[in-house]
């Protein structure tokens, strides 16, 4: 989503380090770039305006300049102002004094309401909790029927009693449901409408008035840009929100109502809509997507993806095998299999910092239809061939082939990357009792 803007940014900050030395002109110059940059990314004009000037107050106003390194300097300023616009800390999910805690989801249709209080109840699902899911959206039963079909997807009761009633009357009786059978949460999909009008509004007011919501989240659709921004500031000020679901993340929109919508709402984005799966919604960081942004990574949200994907026990098991040499191609499957729970690669990459820009990234190009490849190779291997390789002979190396769909040379390739990757492991585990580290242009046999 921020590709454009992290890009832009990163030039800037690369012409400041070019100069060493900075002055008040070299300054004002970068932030001219850096005010280009946020309106292009189409954020609010007003929330630029007040940036850029917060920036410039302490880039030149607390001597920076003459400071050892003040090139870092104002990229710790950009980045820590940055935050603050995004909202400064994470802004978690309300809890009620006494079980359940009521979350009521609104939103325009089209914005992924329905799809992302199904992500929010898996979220809290693997969190360890019991949430409740809401047909509340009375007016349509293709919503009911939707909310129904993903919570028998990720394994969560659904509540509802049926299309054209009212839709207190549904609320009321989920919550006495969610009591009886110790729901921590209930999560109410409230009816949409095409755009902002009395009648909606005033349902959910009636909503919230009859019931004690401890949280109204409204989602709205980052592709629209300024627009939902906008939406956001409507509903506040007609219903009051506590908090954002900013969907599409994953998409090619600028970014302009990520980095507006906390500034002029005042209400702070809670999640983010990463992907169409339903693991596909995250916990929104401020500090972390300003790193991102800025091109300095996001080493805890790699971090946490990693202990998603793979256990302390798989870990172990993974170093001892490495420092035994006895890593084969069954473990290389598996890796490649926990990897692909992690997301998309090149996303995953995006995360480490260093690999953050866009312009390191087309050097580390990852080509998902190599891993399929890769993966169907290994699985048309017998068991004896892939805990030894060794024993591959011209004759196997065909029959592989003609299995996997795939050339005798990409199988060639696969064999002679994946030693080369053994041999590479080897030093790394080796070069760490030495105290360094010697990893030359080995790369993973779908990077390219």
């Not at 710790?76 to 995004?86: A, F, N, P, S, Y």
């Not at 509004?201 to 906008?230: F, H, P, S, W, Y």
């Not at 080796?430 to 990893?439: D, Q, V």
């Amino acid at each position: 989503m921020f590709e454009s803007l992290s890009e832009k940014l990163q030039n800037v900050f690369r012409r400041l380090r070019s100069r060493g030395v900075l002055t008040e002109n070299d300054v004002n110059e970068a932030l001219r770039e850096v005010r280009r940059a946020l309106l292009e990314a189409d954020v609010n004009y007003k929330v630029v305006k007040e940036f850029v000037q917060a920036v410039k107050d302490r880039a030149v106003g607390e001597n920076i300049l003459k400071g050892l390194n003040p090139v870092q300097q104002v990229v710790k300023i950009v980045r820590e102002e940055m935050t603050t616009l995004l909202g400064g800390e994470n802004a978690k999910l309300a809890i009620a004094e006494k079980p359940p805690t009521v979350v009521m989801v609104v939103g325009l249709h089209g914005s992924g309401k329905t799809t992302s209080i199904a992500k929010l109840a898996n979220l809290l699902k693997k969190q360890g909790k019991r949430p409740l899911l809401v047909a509340g959206d009375v007016y349509r039963p293709a919503a009911i029927e939707q909310l129904r079909t993903l919570g028998s997807q990720i394994g969560v009761d659904v509540f509802d009693i049926g299309a054209r009633q009212d839709a207190v009357a549904v609320a009321t009786a989920a919550l006495e449901y969610a009591k009886s059978n110790r729901h921590d949460y209930v999560l109410i999909d409230v009816a949409g409408r095409l755009h902002i009008d009395q009648e909606m509004m005033d349902e959910l007011k009636r909503l919230r008035a009859a019931i004690d919501v401890a949280e109204v989240l409204l989602v709205v659709d980052a592709m629209t840009g300024q627009d939902a921004v906008n939406v956001a500031k409507e509903f506040n000020e007609a219903l009051g929100i506590d908090g954002v679901i900013l969907t599409k993340l994953d998409g090619d929109a600028r970014g302009g109502a990520a980095l507006s919508v906390k500034a002029v709402t005042g209400k702070p984005i809670k999640f983010v809509g990463t992907s169409e799966k339903m693991d596909g919604l995250e916990p929104f960081y401020p500090d972390r997507m300003a790193s991102r942004i800025i091109g300095m990574g996001d080493v805890l949200g790699f971090i946490e993806k990693a202990e998603e994907a793979f256990s302390e026990e798989q870990a172990r098991d993974m170093e001892r095998k490495l420092r035994e040499n006895t890593f084969d191609l069954n473990d290389y499957l598996d890796q490649i299999q926990q990897m692909r729970k992690m997301g998309p690669l090149e996303e995953i990459l995006a995360l480490v910092p260093g690999l953050g820009s866009l312009r390191q990234l087309k050097e580390v190009k990852v080509d998902e239809k190599e891993i399929t490849k890769q993966v169907a190779i290994i699985q048309s291997m017998t068991p004896e061939e892939r805990r030894d390789p060794s024993i591959l002979n011209g004759s196997r190396r065909r029959r592989i082939a003609a299995g996997s769909g795939t050339s005798v040379q990409e199988v060639n390739r696969l064999i002679n990357q994946f030693n080369e990757m053994k041999r590479m492991m080897r030093v790394i585990a080796g070069a760490e009792h030495a105290g360094k580290r010697r990893t030359g242009g080995w790369q993973l046999p779908f990077m390219r």
